[in-house]
């Protein structure tokens, strides 16, 4: 296997056993323990978790080091509001003469959390300026372990989305406006439980 390979091999289980809560909020992250793991040598993983940095999955300490960003109720509250503006945003920058076109169907394995994925992507690229649907893809991965673990504290997540997906298959604005401001109005007030649940999880 080629060293571009290899690093490419890398970032994408380390990235996917971050989005599926395999460690902490906090969690230091060694690259020489992450690269027993891997099966690699130190240097793609260290490429890999500065990559992850720039995508605001991993973060670096001050001593150096990579880690797990902490979370906390005000730092989930943000990531909430910022997620809530982001669709507003690329609703607000839809074309007026629209071509509505609906997330494609929820295979029946597919998690809650990757369902929002999906809805909240498809609704950013229907927006004129493609940096809302890089954005709203990017946060989506930031947010996908507090998603995962939502349902033990928020009930019927299951039908949540079913509104979303006919709204952005019309094309009514308002409706997305509307259920975007609850949905993210919820979780903002359940936020410290959230937290408490990823930590638990």
Same mark, same amino acid.
């Given at each position: 296997? #080629?060293?571009?390979? =290899?690093? *490419?091999?890398? %970032?994408? /289980?380390? @990235?996917?056993?971050?989005?599926?809560?395999?460690?902490?909020?906090?969690?230091?992250?060694? $690259?020489? &323990?992450?690269?027993?793991?891997?099966?690699?040598? /130190?240097? $793609? &993983?260290?490429?890999?978790? #500065?990559?992850?940095?720039?995508?605001?999955? &991993?973060?670096?300490? =001050?001593?150096?080091? %990579?880690?797990?960003?902490?979370?906390? *109720?005000?730092?989930? @509250?943000?990531?909430?509001?910022?997620?809530?503006?982001?669709?507003?945003?690329?609703?607000?920058?839809?074309?007026?003469?629209?071509? $509505?076109?609906?997330?494609?169907?929820?295979?029946?394995?597919?998690?809650?959390?990757?369902?929002?994925?999906?809805? %909240?992507? +498809?609704?950013?690229?229907?927006? =004129? #300026?493609? *940096?809302? +649907?890089?954005?709203?893809?990017?946060?989506?991965?930031?947010?996908?372990? /507090?998603?995962? /673990? *939502?349902?033990?504290?928020?009930?019927?997540?299951? !039908? !949540?989305?079913?509104?979303?997906?006919?709204?952005?298959?019309t094309g009514d604005r308002d409706s997305l406006r509307r259920l975007c401001q609850a949905y993210h109005r919820r979780r903002a007030r359940a936020a410290g439980d959230i937290v408490r649940a990823v930590y638990r999880a």
């Open positions: 296997m #080629n060293s571009g390979a =290899t690093a *490419e091999r890398v %970032f994408a /289980v380390l @990235k996917r056993r971050i989005m599926g809560h395999e460690f902490r909020p906090g969690d230091h992250l060694d $690259p020489s &323990v992450l690269a027993t793991q891997l099966a690699a040598s /130190v240097t $793609p &993983v260290r490429d890999a978790l #500065n990559r992850l940095t720039g995508e605001g999955l &991993v973060e670096t300490r =001050t001593g150096g080091g %990579f880690s797990l960003p902490a979370l906390d *109720e005000p730092r989930l @509250k943000d990531l909430y509001g910022w997620s809530a503006e982001l669709l507003l945003l690329a609703i607000r920058s839809w074309p007026p003469s629209l071509t $509505p076109a609906a997330p494609p169907p929820f295979a029946e394995t597919i998690s809650i959390a990757e369902q929002a994925a999906a809805v %909240f992507l +498809a609704i950013g690229q229907l927006s =004129t #300026n493609s *940096e809302h +649907a890089r954005a709203i893809e990017r946060l989506s991965a930031r947010l996908h372990a /507090v998603r995962e /673990v *939502e349902g033990h504290i928020l009930s019927q997540l299951d !039908e !949540e989305l079913g509104p979303w997906v006919h709204a952005a298959a």
